[in-house]
């Protein structure tokens, strides 16, 4: 596996690899590996030539008062598990690679980026928009694989790709979980023993909301209801929103029919958790 930190020297290599007729497969992420990565990178592994990750803690997607300083890192573990899986390339820029001291080129899809997490998090899904569009320019994957965990990111990065017309396939996958149902991410590190515990409600509710519409039940507020009532059975956890909502457009729905997702964004503690299910 090769380890490049230059971004021309990805560029360049991006080219011959192009050149010489091989489809390049990209996962970008931003580290402290886990299955749910891993998952991306055997699916790209299958479907392409060469595959490329990315790891790179982007501080434009983080908030002021956010995480970025205590975001979990494992640079030497990430890369055994990018060698075991397969990788070819891995990217891995520093910030000042990246960005300029102050950045003033960014990428806005605007609408689908101010509601549900982008309420929450203004900025943050400018900061991702910008950052995979930069990646996009750099790696020249033919195929970007994403997670379905961050429904809304997926949402936005397919916009960005068709309203630019950027020549990537972007490619979602599904959310890989613990036993329990906690979708694996990232920051599930900084819960302790009896947070984790309680993390399993977030699917929890998202199951309970599935089973209503599966019963037959289309007013949102009763699902919304339910799927609350279900989350606040655990002290300690504060709910940011519940919803049901149109899949493509993430706008509510005022009717649950046909295709949708139910949306969870709860904390415990200093730790926020989100999740999602879609209904199909
Ligand atoms: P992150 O490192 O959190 O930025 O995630 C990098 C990529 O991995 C994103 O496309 C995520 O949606 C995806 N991802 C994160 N957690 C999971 C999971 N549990 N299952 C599937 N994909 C995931």
Same mark, same amino acid.
């Given at each position: 596996? =090769?380890?490049?930190?230059?971004?021309?020297?990805?560029?360049?290599?991006?080219?011959?690899?192009?050149k010489a007729g091989k489809r390049i497969g990209f996962v970008p992420t931003m580290?402290?590996?886990?299955?749910?990565?891993?998952?991306?990178?055997?699916?790209? +592994?299958? #479907?392409?030539?060469? &595959?490329?990750? *990315?790891?790179? /803690?982007?501080?434009? =997607?983080?908030?002021?008062?956010?995480?970025?300083? @205590?975001?979990? +890192?494992?640079?030497?573990?990430?890369?055994?598990?990018?060698? *075991?899986?397969?990788?070819?390339?891995?990217?891995? !820029?520093?910030?000042?690679?990246?960005?300029? #001291?102050? !950045?003033?080129?960014? /990428?806005?899809?605007?609408?689908? *980026?101010?509601?549900?997490e982008g309420a929450i998090r203004p900025g943050h899904f400018r900061g991702v928009?910008?950052?995979?569009?930069?990646?996009?320019?750099?790696?020249? !994957?033919?195929?970007?694989?994403?997670?379905?965990?961050?429904?809304?990111?997926?949402? &936005?990065?397919?916009?960005?790709?068709?309203?630019?017309?950027?020549?990537?396939?972007?490619?979602?996958?599904?959310? /890989? +979980?613990?036993?329990?149902?906690l979708a694996m991410s990232s920051r599930n590190s900084y819960l302790d023993t009896?947070?984790? @515990?309680?993390?399993?409600?977030?699917?929890?509710?998202?199951?309970?909301?599935?089973?209503?519409?599966?019963?037959?039940? @289309?007013?949102?507020?009763?699902?919304?209801?339910?799927?609350?009532? &279900?989350?606040?059975?655990?002290?300690?956890? #504060? /709910?940011?929103?519940?919803?049901?909502?149109? !899949?493509? %457009?993430?706008?509510?729905?005022?009717?649950?029919?046909? @295709?949708? &997702?139910?949306?969870?964004?709860? %904390?415990?503690? *200093?730790? +926020?958790?989100?999740?999602?299910?879609?209904?199909?």
């Amino acid at each position: 596996m =090769q380890i490049i930190t230059s971004i021309t020297d990805m560029q360049s290599h991006a080219d011959s690899l192009r050149k010489a007729g091989k489809r390049i497969g990209f996962v970008p992420t931003m580290g402290f590996l886990h299955e749910g990565h891993l998952s991306l990178m055997r699916r790209a +592994r299958q #479907e392409n030539d060469v &595959v490329a990750a *990315s790891i790179f /803690v982007n501080p434009t =997607q983080f908030g002021p008062k956010e995480d970025l300083d @205590r975001y979990p +890192r494992d640079a030497e573990g990430d890369r055994k598990k990018c060698e *075991s899986t397969g990788v070819d390339i891995l990217f891995t !820029p520093a910030a000042a690679e990246m960005y300029s #001291e102050r !950045p003033s080129v960014f /990428v806005n899809v605007e609408g689908i *980026s101010d509601i549900l997490e982008g309420a929450i998090r203004p900025g943050h899904f400018r900061g991702v928009a910008t950052v995979v569009a930069k990646l996009f320019n750099i790696v020249k !994957p033919c195929k970007a694989y994403f997670g379905q965990k961050d429904f809304q990111q997926c949402a &936005v990065i397919k916009r960005m790709v068709a309203g630019l017309n950027l020549d990537v396939e972007v490619i979602v996958l599904p959310t /890989v +979980r613990e036993a329990d149902g906690l979708a694996m991410s990232s920051r599930n590190s900084y819960l302790d023993t009896e947070q984790r @515990r309680k993390s399993a409600c977030l699917y929890r509710a998202l199951t309970a909301g599935e089973e209503l519409i599966k019963n037959g039940v @289309r007013e949102p507020e009763t699902i919304k209801q339910k799927m609350r009532a &279900v989350l606040v059975q655990e002290k300690g956890i #504060e /709910v940011d929103y519940v919803e049901v909502a149109d !899949p493509d %457009r993430l706008t509510p729905l005022e009717t649950a029919e046909g @295709r949708m &997702v139910l949306l969870v964004a709860a %904390r415990l503690g *200093s730790t +926020r958790l989100i999740d999602n299910l879609l209904i199909l």
